[in-house]
Each structure stands twice: as structure tokens, then as C-alpha cells.
């Protein structure tokens, strides 16, 4: 029989090669590559595939049972409810709070009858305990392992049968069978892979936890994204308090939904109405601050957008980007140039988003355009008035979805005017007084009086 060949993965996607690289052509990662043990060859028996047996689409299918935890944000963001026998990554930085959030969360469920384990391969039992007496719920009728060994693990699960099993972290787990190291790709895609198939045979919910590493020295839980039905990721400033679940991939529910949490002494408390705490830092209407009102998944959602334009003195200006994309950033500052005629060669920008969010949407162009301008011309943008819409490359402003929701929201939060595109379709009184805008020009000229 032939050897088996040896196989090389990218850490950060999971791309195989046969031959070692430096650069992976698949993600762009540099040094990501690592070899791994092939898969072990047994003797192949031919045989000849049978018949399986097809069902007809049409079929009745009753929505999915879900179990509530009860803590809303958490239970939106997996589409209305734990689905039994389902299979959900949390990813995150480390120290970000994923080991908070799932004791949290595991203790919600198991006060709501699930029977649920926590298992940590990261912290011994007495810790876990500690930090469950830290946030008060040490009397939660939940079971407790530390463990590493996937062999001891799943044959304790087969005998348990819980309904919920915490798995903290994928990366520590090891299974005999596989001649690598904790934490290799190979490890942790075949730990990911017999817990899933143990979730989906044995009807447990399990949930895996996994750290990002920019690095991507230790295997990056990208690899286990396929296996899953849900991908949430976790996510926040280190220097801010609040902490953003997020729905990056479900099978049983809309993606883009997010829950949002504050990090407190006594750990993670939900945050009903973002809105309200994102712009509660908000002071005095100062030039370059501009409110954002946009959508998180199914919520609206206000944010805060600063900007600062200062001279420079560097040959190449600084463009310094907190939570919004910095190729958005080129973009705009472009359109306002080449369209608008308004430079922002030798001035440093600096942009960001209060409060620690991360502002993915199109619909934040005009704001962060509006930012941009108040900040260079030392113009305050009026009181009380929110922003949103899409710039497109030749200047002119498209409207974006859910314009309703947005005013809605900014109605609710005692904002009284909004900027928007003129193609926005509303129905009915919007609430509040409605400046409209074809293009950008048009905006500059009659916000700024320039153009
Ligand atoms: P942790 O859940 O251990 O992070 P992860 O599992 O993602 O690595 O949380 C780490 C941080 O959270 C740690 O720096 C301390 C902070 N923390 C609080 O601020 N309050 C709390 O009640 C708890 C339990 C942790
Ligand atoms: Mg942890």
C-alpha cells in the first residue's frame, strides 16, 4: 500500500497544500502552514453504494424545539432559543469574557431544567467555582469537570446524556488517536468533529469555545466554522465595557443578530436598550461627533461617530480607525475629494465609533461623511439629529434598508431631525423633521454651506 502522503493546513482557513508554503493563497495569511499527520490509511474495502431514500421537499416540518435561558440578549442572538441537539462555536479574544458568559448562560439553562455540564480544559475545578461564586451563582444545579482527554470526555456524555455540555476551550482538548499536539489544527478539528457528530447522534447540545489568535501559532477555531450550525463571535475594546455577541452564521435563525453586555464586577449584565447606553457618554453637540442611527440584525441601533481632522506633520497622514472599516474610510474621503472637491491631504483623521462597537454597515457612509466634515470645517452638526445612508462612488447618496426602524428608534431616544437619502421609501409621518439629500454635494452645500 502506498505511504500516505503528508498533508500541510493553513491554521487561519484550513486550506490544504502538499507542499509546505509561507504565504497562504487562499487567505492571504503569512506563516500560517503547519504539516499534519495524514490520516490514518486502513486497509479500502470496496463496496457498492446502496439506494438512500429521498423525501419529498414539500413535507411538513415542525419549527425546531428551543430551549429559552431566559437572558434575552443571549437568547435572540441564537435565533430565539437553544435548538436541541445543536452544535454552537463561541469565539473570541482571549480574556474577552467567553468563560463568563457560558457559566452565565449554563447556569440560566440549568435553572431552567436542562440538565447541563461545564467542562474546562483551561481552569481547574476550584476556579470555575470561584469565579461562580463571583457572580453569585454557585447554588446553580450545574455538574463540573476539569478535563482535557476527549475519549474520557465523550465516554462521560454517552452516560450522562445531559442536554447542554460546555466545552471550554476546543483548543485544549486531545484525542489519543491523533499524533499532534493540543491546540494543532489536526487536534481540534477532530475534537470539533466527535463532538458534533456526538451532539447530533446523542441529541446534546454542545458548545465550543475557541480563541482567535492574530498570530494564528495555535489553530484559530476557523477550521470547526464548517462543522457547526452557529458561529458566534464575542467581541469588545479592551478598554470598554461593553461586549457584543454576535450571530456570524445560523442554521436556525438570522445571522447579523446581535446581543449586547457590559462587563461588570459581578460579570456580564445584559444591556436591554443600546441606544440609550451608547449615547449616554455623548455631551455637549460638538463639532466632529455625528449620531449614526442604524440596524444590528433585527434591533435598530444609535451609535456615536467621532471624528478629529487635524494638520500634519507627517509626509503620509495619519488615518486612525476604532471600530469601522478603514477601507470605508479611504473610500469616502476619496468620494469627498474627487466629487466634492474638499481635501483631506495633510491632515491626520482619526475616526471611531464610541463605546467599543463595530459599525459594519453601508448605511453609516453619510455619517461618517457628515463626521468627517463637521470635523475639518469646525461645524457642529445640529443637536437632536441623526444620519444614515449609502455614498456611492459617483457622489450620489442611496438609500438603505429598514429607514422606518431607524427613525423609529431615533424618534423614541428624543432625537427630532434626520439626515437620510432622498430615495429612502417611508410610509406614513416619520416623526421627525426629515432633511433629504440626492448627493453628496448637495449635502455639503446645504449642511456646511460649501461645495
Ligand atoms: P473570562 O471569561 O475568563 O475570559 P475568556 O474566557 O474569554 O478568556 O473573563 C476574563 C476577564 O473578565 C478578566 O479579565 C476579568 C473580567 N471579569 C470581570 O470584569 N468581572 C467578572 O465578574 C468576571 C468573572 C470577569
Ligand atoms: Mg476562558
Known sequence: MARA????????????YRKWTGHCDACGAWNSIVEEAPLAAGPRVLRKGRSIELTRLEAEEAPPPRAQSGLEELDRVLGGGLVAASAILVGGDPGIGKSTLLLQAVAAFAGRGLDCLYISGEE??????????????????????????????????DAERPDLVIIDSIQTMWLDSVESAPGSVAQVRASAHELVSFAKRRGVSVVLVGHVTKEGQIAGPRVVEHMVDCVLYFEGERGHQFRILRAVKNRFGPADEIGVFEMTGRGLAE?????????????EAAAGSVVFAGIEGTRPMLTEIQALVAPST?????????GLDSGRLSTILAVLEARCGIPFAGLDVFLNVAGGMRVQEPAADLAVAAALLSAREDV??????????EISLSGALRPVAQAENRLKEAQKLGFTAAMLPRGAKLEGDAGVVLRRFADLTGFVGEVFGAG
Open 124 to 157: 481547574a475545578a476550584a476556579q470555575v467555582r470561584l469565579r461562580a461564586q463571583r457572580l453569585d451563582l454557585a447554588q446553580a444545579p450545574v455538574r463540573l469537570a476539569a478535563e482535557t482527554n476527549l475519549r474520557d470526555i465523550l465516554a462521560t456524555l
Open 314 to 322: 507627517l509626509s503620509m497622514p495619519r488615518r486612525t480607525v476604532v
Open 380 to 389: 457642529a452638526i445640529p443637536p437632536e439629529t441623526v444620519v444614515f445612508g
Open 5 to 16: 502522503q503528508p498533508q500541510f493546513t493553513c491554521t487561519a482557513c484550513g486550506a490544504v
Open 271 to 283: 444591556v436591554p436598550n443600546p441606544s440609550a447606553l451608547f449615547l449616554s457618554e455623548r455631551g
